[in-house]
């Protein structure tokens, strides 16, 4: 059997980043852990306990980030742990970025074709389980998400792949690439990966959404992670996980969260408006809960909402919570403005009900934690 044709833009990225793959270029000291492609270029590196990720998004002067080169803005993360690059941090950064600033001028910049309809393309690819340092590794079934989210954080950054593979612009949520031989290439993957925690998935997608009744992507990941000796973390806004529940109950462990941003579905329908009701996905949850599997709750953005209600809804069924402020607000000031919300959309309206919310899931029991370290809520 032949082997399919990996997609068009992992070429593009490989060229970019051949001397780190091809080990030429790999900085003294560094080990290169991983890179890709679906959201922003991206290259990660590690030396002892340090993992750094260096992502390339498309250029823009409005944005924060660590530097810009001729085509991209960069933004570098010290992963896992939440401090400053050290001088040797910085040196490795600036020795991968002198590479980049060379390579990308061969970079192609294609006509992108005049927009279209909704696109569900399957693609081919040669890499699922993308590594991230110490253990982690992380899945996107899906490239896009039908959800369609207007506050989303990747709709830029997704907008640039398809822009490097010379696609046409779509509106968020317009667009979806299926994976249809995830499964078979991390059947593959695995064979050479002892244990750790999948994450699935990184914001790019959801990994529930409406294309997955039909594919089952996700649930033939699954089937293969089973298997073996990886735990998945789920985060997702579809009770359709429901659907896969007997799976997960299958995994020693396992970790499934849901996005909850308000306790109110007529908030959902101004914010989400294609995500599913509010109280369906508290009943998943509840049954999750009800099931065995460990649960935990992202509330980010906080959107308006009852504390009380939404504390009163959500702690009884999870161990840990996420809670966290809107990022791109001025993508969705329109919503609240349209919708007499203003109040709302304030900085310190934010800060306020995050820690009104703070005290109370920690009254509850419930830990308030950014969940970059998923180990003490698999183990508990
Ligand atoms: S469900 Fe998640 S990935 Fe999909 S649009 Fe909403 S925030 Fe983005």
């Not at 992963?79 to 060379?102: C, G, H, P, T, Y």
């Not at 073996?228 to 499934?256: G, K, M, N, S």
Request: aromatic letters at 8%.
């Amino acid at each position: 059997m032949t082997e399919p044709a990996p997609r068009r833009l992992d070429g593009i990225a490989r060229e970019l980043l051949a001397p780190f793959l091809d080990g030429t270029a790999v900085p003294a000291g560094w080990q290169l852990v991983s890179w890709d492609c679906e959201q922003a270029i991206s290259v990660s590196f590690q030396r002892d306990d340090v993992c750094i990720a260096i992502e390339c998004e498309m250029r823009n002067e409005a944005l924060d980030c660590y530097t810009r080169t001729a085509r991209f803005n960069v933004c570098v993360d010290r992963l896992f742990e939440d401090s400053d690059l050290n001088d040797v941090d910085r040196r490795m950064v600036e020795a991968v970025l002198d590479v980049i600033r060379r390579r990308e001028v061969s970079l192609p910049d294609p006509e992108r074709p005049a927009g279209g309809g909704p696109e569900v393309r399957e693609i081919f690819v040669d890499r699922v389980l993308i590594p991230e340092g110490k253990g982690h590794y992380y899945i996107n079934p899906y490239v896009g998400c039908m959800i369609a989210c207007p506050f989303c954080y990747v709709i830029d950054r997704a907008d640039f792949s398809r822009r490097l593979e010379g696609l046409s612009q779509l509106p968020w949520g317009k667009s979806l690439d299926v994976k249809i031989n995830a499964a078979e290439v991390l059947r593959r993957e695995v064979q050479n990966v002892s244990g750790g925690i999948v994450r699935m998935s990184p914001i790019l997608t959801d990994p529930y959404q409406p294309a997955e009744k039909r594919y089952r992507i996700t649930r033939q990941c699954l089937e293969v992670l089973v298997e073996t000796e990886l735990a998945p973390v789920i985060l997702t806004r579809a009770p359709r996980i429901l659907q896969d529940l007997d799976l997960l109950r299958r995994f020693p462990r396992a970790l499934v969260g849901f996005s909850i941003p308000t306790d109110s579905d007529k908030y959902r329908k101004i914010f989400e408006p294609r995500a599913d009701a509010i109280e369906d996905r508290l009943t998943a949850l509840r049954a999750l809960h009800s099931a065995g599997v460990s649960t935990f709750a992202v509330i980010q953005p906080v959107l308006p909402m009852n504390v009380d209600r939404m504390v009163e809804n959500v702690a009884p069924f999870v161990r840990a919570v996420r809670l966290d402020r809107l990022y791109v607000g001025e993508r969705v000031h329109h919503l609240y403005d349209d919708n007499g919300l203003q109040e709302y959309r304030t900085g310190e309206w934010a800060a306020e009900t995050i820690g009104q919310l703070t005290a109370a899931f920690e009254a509850r029991g419930v830990a308030v934690e950014p969940l970059d370290n998923f180990e003490p809520l698999l183990n508990a």
